[in-house]
């Protein structure tokens, strides 16, 4: 664990909500179908990859609260942070429209979280590798699926052609922000913690490209990006979203099971 | 207090191996492959387990009999350790384990076909069938198809049968 030691646990404790937090966002978010898919199996494995994501976040703020040691739990961190204390991408903040928006938006994601998983399993902190050697098993097969179904409704009916279109135009102006670097990121890089999220930009577009060309769905190419929710300024999105996640905890503070 | 000389670890991995799986109870947590250690620190018993998946609901459960279990056989100082690492794998089911999944209805994993997300050489594979053949395990037949990648649990796929008809799980590769 020499990175932990050696590194700014401010910095540090930062990096590792990011990660918790888009694990946490996007699996509340996916969880926003359960009881409303389009087809029973697709509810049913919905609901079970926001768990994995939920269940990988568990593993990811417990760490933080760990590192950032102010006597706060993964729990308190969950549901008493208020919008501007969270760390996540604005993608995964992004609601979840049709199902195309939300395969679309679970796509871009999935391709550069198995990216970012594979690099952290090399981190100097024995913490990190392990629980990215464990979430790149559950993520390397989310991204099977999303792929498969970007591909399947891409080169499928004008109908869903059509829409699979309009969820790459309207979300790809939010995958930008996954590969910008800032001083957190090269604070991690510096410690071996974590890569440049820069450096995984490459294999995420050569992904992208190759499912987009099956899906025969043009690839969009450069355009303006939003950015900002890894510094907590947010859309009006996460609000609303948090309002019903941390509902319980917020009317009944310390409810337990 | 005398006291007496505590188990032997060969005797806790049998008790282990009495404990149902919650969600499939006709395997065992040994024949699941969660059971990593189990070990006596002074007169501390330490049974070290690892999770199926990170959000599986069980985890908890699988504590919970972990503990009335052994404490049943009399065990009082007991302390469980999560180990993350290495990750559990299906490879790590038992062969007894399998036949028994197989009998009950599921389909047993099939080692070495876990995805690994790299993802370029696969797209052929994703647009057309799978290459991967899962048999019936009601009738055998080889003639199946995927329904859904997740099944009534996240460590599971859906498939049917399209001889027999009938649907069933599959015990998907991680």
Same mark, same amino acid.
């Not at chain 1, 942070?81 to 999935?110: C, H, I, K, W, Y």
């Not at chain 1, 510096?190 to 987009?212: F, M, N, Q, Y």
């Not at chain 2, 070290?48 to 056989?73: F, K, M, Q, W």
């Not at chain 2, 009998?103 to 069938?129: E, K, Q, V």
């Given at each position: 664990?020499?990175?932990?030691?050696?590194?700014?646990?401010?910095?540090?404790?930062?990096?590792?909500?990011?990660?918790?937090?888009?694990?946490?966002?996007?699996?509340?978010?996916?969880?926003?179908?359960?009881? $409303?898919?389009?087809?029973?199996?697709?509810?049913?494995?919905?609901?079970?990859?926001?768990?994995?994501?939920?269940?990988?976040?568990?593993?990811?703020?417990?760490?933080?609260?760990?590192?950032?040691?102010?006597?706060?739990?993964?729990?308190?961190?969950?549901?008493?942070?208020?919008?501007?204390?969270?760390?996540?991408?604005?993608?995964?903040?992004?609601?979840?429209?049709?199902?195309?928006?939300?395969?679309?938006?679970?796509?871009?994601?999935?391709?550069?979280?198995?990216?970012?998983?594979?690099?952290?399993?090399?981190?100097?902190?024995?913490?990190?590798?392990?629980?990215?050697?464990?979430?790149?098993?559950?993520?390397?097969? $989310?991204?099977?699926?999303?792929?498969?179904?970007?591909?399947?409704?891409?080169?499928?009916?004008?109908?869903?052609?059509?829409?699979?279109?309009?969820?790459?135009?309207?979300?790809?102006?939010?995958?930008?922000?996954?590969?910008?670097?800032?001083?957190?990121?090269?604070?991690?890089?510096?410690?071996?913690?974590?890569?440049?999220?820069?450096?995984?930009?490459?294999?995420?577009?050569?992904?992208?490209?190759?499912?987009?060309?099956?899906?025969?769905?043009? $690839?969009?190419?450069?355009?303006?990006? $939003?950015?900002?929710?890894?510094?907590?300024?947010?859309?009006?999105?996460?609000?609303?979203?948090?309002?019903?996640?941390?509902?319980?905890?917020?009317?009944?503070?310390?409810?337990?099971? | 207090?005398?006291?007496?000389?505590?188990?032997?670890?060969?005797?806790?991995?049998?008790?282990?191996?009495?404990?149902?799986?919650?969600?499939?109870?006709?395997?065992?947590?040994?024949?699941?492959?969660?059971?990593?250690?189990?070990?006596?620190?002074?007169?501390?018993?330490?049974?070290?387990?690892?999770?199926?998946?990170?959000?599986?609901?069980? *985890?908890?459960?699988?504590?919970?009999?972990?503990?009335? !279990?052994?404490?049943?056989?009399?065990?009082?100082?007991?302390?469980?350790?999560?180990?993350?690492?290495?990750?559990? *794998?299906?490879?790590?089911?038992?062969?007894?384990?399998?036949?028994?999944?197989? !009998?009950?209805?599921?389909?047993?994993?099939?080692?070495? *076909?876990?995805?690994?997300?790299?993802?370029?050489?696969?797209? !052929?594979?994703?647009?057309?069938?799978?290459?991967?053949?899962?048999?019936?395990?009601?009738?055998?037949?080889?003639?199946?198809?995927?329904?859904?990648?997740?099944?009534?649990?996240?460590?599971?796929?859906?498939?049917?049968? *399209?001889?027999?008809?009938?649907?069933?799980?599959?015990?998907?590769?991680?």
């Amino acid at each position: 664990m020499a990175g932990a030691e050696t590194i700014d646990r401010t910095a540090f404790a930062e990096w590792l909500q990011r990660v918790g937090d888009n694990a946490l966002i996007l699996g509340h978010r996916v969880s926003e179908w359960c009881g $409303h898919a389009p087809a029973l199996e697709e509810d049913i494995a919905l609901a079970n990859q926001a768990l994995d994501l939920i269940g990988q976040c568990q593993l990811w703020l417990g760490l933080a609260a760990e590192v950032e040691d102010k006597g706060r739990s993964a729990d308190d961190l969950a549901f008493l942070r208020d919008a501007g204390a969270f760390r996540n991408l604005l993608l995964v903040e992004r609601p979840n429209g049709d199902f195309a928006q939300t395969l679309m938006r679970q796509f871009l994601f999935d391709a550069y979280h198995v990216e970012l998983l594979r690099a952290l399993k090399g981190s100097t902190d024995n913490r990190v590798a392990e629980i990215a050697a464990k979430a790149e098993k559950e993520v390397a097969y $989310h991204l099977e699926r999303s792929a498969d179904l970007v591909i399947r409704l891409g080169d499928g009916s004008a109908e869903s052609h059509a829409r699979m279109e309009q969820a790459l135009k309207s979300l790809w102006p939010y995958s930008g922000e996954m590969f910008i670097d800032d001083a957190t990121d090269q604070a991690m890089a510096d410690a071996g913690i974590a890569p440049l999220p820069s450096t995984l930009r490459a294999a995420w577009d050569e992904t992208v490209a190759a499912v987009l060309t099956e899906a025969t769905l043009a $690839h969009p190419g450069q355009a303006w990006q $939003h950015k900002g929710g890894k510094q907590g300024v947010h859309s009006e999105h996460l609000g609303f979203l948090l309002a019903e996640m941390q509902f319980l905890q917020r009317a009944y503070p310390g409810a337990v099971w | 207090m005398t006291a007496a000389p505590h188990p032997g670890t060969d005797q806790v991995w049998d008790w282990l191996s009495q404990v149902p799986d919650p969600e499939i109870p006709v395997i065992s947590l040994t024949d699941l492959g969660i059971i990593r250690d189990v070990a006596w620190a002074d007169d501390t018993l330490v049974v070290t387990v690892t999770p199926t998946y990170s959000g599986c609901p069980a *985890t908890s459960i699988i504590n919970l009999d972990i503990e009335t !279990a052994l404490r049943s056989h009399g065990i009082e100082k007991l302390r469980l350790e999560r180990q993350l690492s290495p990750p559990w *794998t299906t490879d790590w089911i038992t062969e007894g384990g399998r036949e028994k999944l197989r !009998a009950y209805g599921i389909a047993p994993p099939i080692d070495g *076909t876990a995805a690994d997300g790299r993802l370029a050489g696969r797209i !052929a594979r994703l647009a057309g069938s799978s290459n991967l053949v899962i048999a019936c395990p009601r009738c055998g037949s080889t003639k199946t198809e995927k329904i859904s990648q997740f099944g009534s649990t996240p460590c599971k796929a859906s498939y049917r049968c *399209t001889d027999c008809l009938e649907p069933f799980d599959y015990f998907k590769c991680i």
